[in-house]
Nanobody, 123 residues
Framework: QVQLVESGGGLVPAGGSLRLSCAAS????????KGWFRQAPGKEREFVAA????????NYADSVKGRFTISRDNAKNTVYLQMNSLKPEDTAVYYC????????????????WGQGTQVTVSS
């Protein structure tokens, strides 16, 4: 059974930082891209960031460029999202995802999703 489990969310003041982690189990996903999406209350889920299997290519939503950094550790089957200079508009449930390619990620994600972790940024 494939599981993606996010952690690291919480409540931080504006300007603060958080580091999200997503550990996969049940399957290694060799060659797959991984990424993060988020969904704020009353809004549709949106793409945040993605990274290729070898980490050689990343893609970010314009709203997080320069503030968020995605990385991965394939030995640990884990993807990370370092979030700096957080803003109240970053408040959302953050989901990790894995897909067969970067294009899959930027088009809405692949098959496997985590349960989400809440990030709340206070003003």
């Amino acid at each position: 059974q494939v599981q993606l489990v996010e952690s690291g969310g919480g409540l931080v003041p504006a300007g603060g930082s958080l580091r999200l982690s997503c550990a996969a189990s049940g399957r290694t996903f060799v060659g797959y891209a991984k990424g993060w999406f988020r969904q704020a209350p009353g809004k549709e889920r949106e793409f945040v960031a993605a990274i290729t299997w070898d980490g050689g290519s990343t893609n970010y939503a314009d709203s997080v460029k320069g503030r968020f950094t995605i990385s991965r550790d394939n030995a640990k089957n884990t993807v990370y999202l370092q979030m700096n200079s957080l803003k109240p508009e970053d408040t959302a449930v953050y989901y990790c995802n894995t897909g067969i390619s970067m294009a899959t990620m930027t088009r809405g994600g692949g098959t496997y999703w985590g349960q989400g972790t809440q990030v709340t940024v206070s003003s």
